[in-house]
């Protein structure tokens, strides 16, 4: 489909472990961001990428968040050493640019830390 | 703090009546604001926008509403239908921010046949 694509849909991680997130945007969409959504909130900002760069940073939250793009297409958001307050579910969504303000999202990764 | 609040965390209404989905914000620096849908297991979807230069925006059976001196916006759907019943995201954006969306906690809508 013409759709952001996030993968895996669900995952399950011991507490310590890393993990690693993938997102597609939709093709010819410079812009791309994650949040996440954790249980009963709302969306969470974390990251944006204009291109292959990170211009705001601000809502990751903590050093054990991470996050690169390469090739102007897809991104993988790193989580280091998993606690379980790192459980959400967590969307990528892109836009055509970056003062776009019509995101579309991807379906999510639903990520649960045991 | 949040930014974007939904005091409403669930709202039912019978199929063929208006649906009034409300926001409020507090950041004056807010200038453009949005309203996404979801459904269960899927990422949000946009839905319909308005900027602060506007006081309503209307797209067929959805109208946002919004007061800059209140800090509120609304959503009105009508007439509403069963497969409008899904989770409302009020989201808003400062230009200085560059594109992040804030977003609200979400209002369930359940519509009734």
């Known amino acids: 489909g013409a759709g952001v694509s996030q993968s895996p849909s669900n995952k399950v991680t011991e507490k310590g472990k890393d993990v690693e997130l993938r997102c597609d945007p939709i093709s010819g969409h410079t812009a791309l961001y994650w949040y996440r959504q954790s249980l009963g909130q709302g969306l969470e900002f974390l990251i944006y990428f204009q291109g292959n760069s990170a211009p705001d940073k601000s809502g990751l939250p903590s050093d054990r968040f991470s996050a690169e793009r390469t090739g102007g297409s897809v991104s993988t958001l790193t989580i280091q050493r998993t606690q379980q307050e790192d459980s959400a579910v967590y969307l990528c969504a892109s836009s055509f640019a970056a003062h776009s303000y019509e995101q579309y999202f991807g379906p999510g990764t639903r990520l649960t830390v045991t | 703090d949040q930014q974007v609040k939904q005091n409403s965390p669930s709202l039912s ?70 497969g409008d019943s899904a989770v409302y995201f009020c989201a808003a954006s400062e230009e200085t921010s560059g594109s992040r969306l804030t977003f609200g906690e979400g209002t369930q809508l359940t519509v009734n046949p």
């Open chain 2, 13 to 82: 209404v019978q199929e063929g009546r208006i649906s009034i989905l409300n926001c409020d914000y507090t950041n004056s620096m807010f200038d453009y604001f949005l309203w996404y849908k979801k459904y269960p297991a899927e990422g949000p979807t946009f839905l319909i926008s308005i900027s602060s230069i506007k006081d309503k925006n209307e797209d067929g059976r959805f109208t946002v509403f919004l007061n800059k001196s209140a800090k509120h916006l609304s959503l009105h759907i009508v007439p509403s239908q069963p």
